[in-house]
């Protein structure tokens, strides 16, 4: 496989809608080589309201995002009988998906798969009456070889206070 090249955009945008980000699930978002997000019910991000290549704890690029959830919420039904939360595994899974987004943000074109976590910190809960939730993405660095390969350290967060972190989290883009 060749090496991947970013494609650089001056027009790029800081944010995106939950529209544009169905877009994304559909290859109708920057082309069918975009890397995509699933879609619902699996999608676990409504917006993305921020997303820049540059701050963050590293310097690097950070990237944050929303979801809401209601008594609604598909897998309260299921998890657990009587006693609904959200799968902790769910919110990482979204942070997976936000840095796999980043990675296309970047122009990196192909299918992006989830590498690996180093550390996952499961510190609270997240209810029906949770409301909205908040992801957040602080980019450590991008490795670029015949994959490009992601790595930043995540938290989900409940009305500013962390629930869950993520320390050394991969996501990669495979050329189609």
Request: aromatic share 8%; net charge neutral; with cysteine.
């Amino acid at each position: 496989m060749k090496e991947q090249i970013p494609v650089t955009d001056t027009s790029i945008k800081s944010s995106y809608t939950r529209d544009e980000i169905l877009k994304c699930g559909t290859g109708e978002l920057n082309g069918i080589a975009y890397p995509r997000l699933p879609l619902p019910d699996m999608l676990m991000i409504d917006r993305i309201t921020r997303i820049s290549d540059e701050g963050g704890r590293y310097g690097n690029g950070e990237v944050e995002a929303e979801f809401t959830v209601s008594a609604d919420t598909w897998f309260f039904a299921c998890h657990f009988k009587d006693d609904p939360v959200m799968p902790g595994s769910l919110a990482v899974d979204a942070l997976c998906q936000l840095l796999g987004f980043y990675l296309g943000w970047k122009g990196y074109k192909g299918k992006g798969r989830a590498l690996g976590i180093g550390e996952i910190k499961y510190r609270g809960e997240i209810l029906p009456t949770s409301g909205t939730i908040t992801y957040h993405l602080d980019i450590r660095k991008i490795v670029k070889s015949s994959i490009a390969m992601a790595c930043a350290d995540g938290q989900v967060l409940l009305h500013g206070h962390v629930v869950h972190t993520v320390k050394s989290m991969r996501v990669g883009i495979i050329p189609y």
